[in-house]
């Protein structure tokens, strides 16, 4: 069974407007299958 982090945002209104997004949508910034997220010392 693999687990699989999903790193990412929702906007504001003001955000939305400003940038033309959608605030019901989840923008994946990326995808950490191993999650490594940031370096530790067992790399």
Do not use: C, P, W
């Not at 033309?20 to 923008?27: A, E, H, I, M, R």
């Amino acid at each position: 069974m693999q687990k699989v982090r999903v790193s990412g945002f929702f906007v504001t209104d003001e955000i939305a407007k400003k940038y033309n997004l959608s605030t019901s949508t989840f923008y994946v910034v990326f995808l950490d299958k191993d999650h490594r997220f940031y370096k530790t010392e067992k790399e």
